[in-house]
């Protein structure tokens, strides 16, 4: 899954391209705007998507006190367990929780930023240091005795996808978007220039 945050200031929304849907293996879907759009020599399309919905984490909270650590809640059958149940602290903010293709999202309008409520993750990656992503906290729920929270990015999270000749987009894997990763950062600064 290639996915990462935006350059782009998230007050441009009017530069949507349209809309377009993926879809993951499992057939579940993600509506989401078209950012960006553009052609390599060879004639291929690729595209920058946009959830049109907001996405969210959760984490469940390992050991005690300080010496805790957040896990992400990534495995389908974890997540169908407490579904329910963060879809109902979620509704308490006129939010809906969707399990949708390639993250978990939220149709609504996000509270407004409150930095008490910001966590910040260290992502390791093992070829390259990478920036801490920010998170603001949602909600907390428990189950089964266990507490969990609710987190969305602060940053828009982008999906880089190839167009194929049908008019599918494909999501690159990590090696192709490793090999296509210059190109595309040079063409969108080219953009901001």
Request: glycine fraction near 4%; proline fraction near 6%.
């Amino acid at each position: 899954m290639t996915m990462f945050s935006s350059p782009f200031p998230e007050g441009n929304d009017n530069a949507h391209l349209g809309s377009m849907t993926l879809t993951d293996d499992k057939g579940k879907k993600l509506e989401c705007y078209i950012e960006r759009s553009f052609v390599v020599e060879d004639g291929q399309e690729y595209c920058l998507l946009l959830p049109v919905d907001s996405p969210v984490e959760i984490f469940a909270w390992q050991g005690e006190d300080e010496e805790s650590e957040a896990i992400l809640i990534e495995d389908d059958a974890a997540i169908d367990e407490i579904f329910s149940n963060a879809q109902a602290v979620l509704s308490e903010l006129n939010l809906k929780l969707k399990n949708t293709a390639y993250a978990l999202t939220v149709e609504g309008e996000l509270p407004p930023v409150d930095e008490s409520e910001i966590f910040s993750l260290e992502i390791e990656d093992e070829e390259e240091t990478l920036e801490p992503e920010s998170l603001q906290r949602l909600a907390i729920f428990y189950h089964k005795q266990r507490e969990y929270a609710i987190y969305t990015p602060l940053d828009p999270l982008l999906f880089f996808a190839r167009i194929s000749k049908n008019g599918d987009p494909q999501l690159l894997s990590p090696e192709e978007f490793h090999q296509f990763q210059p190109f595309l950062e040079q063409h969108l600064f080219n953009e901001l220039d």
